[in-house]
């Protein structure tokens, strides 16, 4: 009747024997407890389960606290058994009764939910980036853009570029119908073009005129989403020198950047480079450094350009590139490095942000490496750290987050956070003492 009722029975004697064991599951794992018999209770679970495994025999024939205690039996190198148990007084003095109940499926349901955990905030991650590269080129296109709900007529996003074409700022143009700001023939125009847009996704641009008397070309296009369907109408003048302007703009900022700024062609052959670049290199004019390779101010010669330049080549952008430039006079100064791709025309071009190196404040007490962001970034540092030092030093950086993160998952429970990372309580013990996390006591 116990064994129906529990997963495992045990009939333990005196002397910690295993005398009987009678299974009321199928599960596969729990058939290892008909290896127990004739042995040691004791020897048959792990070493931080020990002493729970005297406190139940203590609590079946002495009388002592007589309630449930998880213990781990190993089934490999890396896996155990966790079984609850507890120990009931037998009429028989000279044996007692153990009962026990599997947790090994809800051990595996806890992993998988972590997992799922795991994956929605790497989706989450992947959508706040988009949303985030979204917004940016929404705020940063010259052209003026307006997001319409295509059922209500009402503007629920405008761009910069839109209130300035319109003369009124952007949070104002939300909420309010579109088409207006534009005359009567113009408005019935519009609604066209809209109705054409709605029924065919999209349609060709058309020319009307403003309420200012000018002259822009709209055109649409058909947004279906989750939350309804919208429509993106573009607005430009025609002939539109409006790029060009904010191009100009672009170019002007850059020059006048405190951060050094050098755009180099696809053999890594100084184009242009700003005045603050100029400083950096302590070079008196930008004749020194046209045509000359960007290879001759950064870095160890041959290497780090060629890395640059290759990574550009293979991914289009290069983050905190940490590197040094070497001045005409002085010592080489610690620099951190962005890149990216562009083309002009047909010709491939890159360009180059240098500013000083920024430390960065750390979690902790100790100041730990950075944990590189992907493959690409790791193979950044290959030629600037030795290898064994560099597998060594990222191992040990992802253990240890794993480490805290199934602590703070688990509450600061050793015994679930052992779960979690597939290890038994002793490694974990071992791991914990080696990168000096939670407070281990001497009894621990």
């Known amino acids: 009747m116990l064994a129906e009722t529990n997963d495992v029975c045990l009939i333990i004697d005196k002397n910690g024997v295993v005398r009987d064991v009678a299974i009321g599951t199928e599960d596969a794992a729990m058939q290892t407890a008909l290896g127990w018999l004739d042995q040691r209770w004791i020897d048959t679970v792990t070493i931080e389960s020990q002493p729970k495994i005297n406190a139940l025999l203590d ?7 007589a309630r449930w205690r998880q213990v781990n039996h190993p089934l490999g190198e890396d896996t155990d058994l966790p079984v609850l148990y507890k120990a009931l007084s037998f009429e028989d003095d000279d044996h007692i009764v153990v009962v026990g109940r599997n947790l090994r499926p809800m051990s595996q349901m806890q992993q998988q939910i972590l997992d799922v955990q795991h994956s929605l905030e790497r989706d989450y991650a992947s959508l706040h980036q988009a949303e985030l590269r979204y917004r940016m080129l929404f705020n940063m296109s010259a052209e003026a853009i307006l997001i319409v709900d295509a059922d209500s007529r009402r503007i629920v996003e405008a761009n910069p570029a839109a209130g300035r074409l319109l003369d009124t700022p952007p949070q104002k143009l939300l909420n309010r119908t579109f088409p207006r700001g534009f005359s009567a023939t113009a408005a019935e125009e519009i609604e066209e073009l809209l109705l054409r847009v709605r ?3 999209t349609a060709e641009d058309i020319t009307v005129r403003g309420d200012n008397d000018s002259v822009l070309q709209l055109t649409g296009t058909l947004i279906r989403r989750d939350d309804g369907t919208f429509f993106l109408v573009r607005i430009i003048p025609p002939g539109g ?3 060009d ?3 100009q703009k672009v170019l002007n900022v850059l020059a006048r950047s405190p951060d050094a700024f050098v755009v180099t062609d696809a053999s890594g052959v100084v184009l242009a480079a700003n005045k603050a670049f100029l400083d950096l290199a302590q070079v008196a004019s930008d004749l020194q450094v046209i045509g000359q390779p960007f290879d001759r101010w950064l870095g160890r010669a041959g290497v780090d350009a060629n890395v640059l330049l290759r990574n550009l080549q293979r991914r289009s952008e ?7 430039v070497r001045p005409e006079y002085g010592a080489p100064l610690d620099v951190e490095l962005s890149a990216v ?3 002009d025309g047909a010709e491939q071009c890159f360009g180059f942000i240098i500013r000083p190196k920024v430390i960065r404040p750390t979690s902790g007490a100790e100041e730990t490496p950075m944990l590189p962001r992907s493959l690409e970034e790791m193979a ?5 750290v030795p290898l064994k030092e560099l597998v060594r030093d990222t191992t040990d950086i992802i253990e240890r987050l794993c480490i805290e993160a199934a602590l703070k998952l688990s509450n600061d429970s050793r015994a679930a956070a052992a779960e979690m990372l597939g290890l038994s309580r002793q490694s974990l013990y071992v791991k914990l003492r ?7 006591d001497d009894a621990d």
């Open 241 to 243: 020198d409006v790029a």
């Open 341 to 343: 791709q562009a083309t």
């Open 59 to 65: 609590a079946g024939f002495k009388g002592g606290d």
């Open 318 to 324: 290069v983050r905190h590139y940490v590197t040094t």
């Open 434 to 440: 080696r990168y000096g996390l939670g407070d281990l």
């Open 199 to 201: 029924a065919a996704g």
């Open 380 to 384: 950044e540092l290959v030629g600037r």
């Open 245 to 247: 302007t904010v191009s």
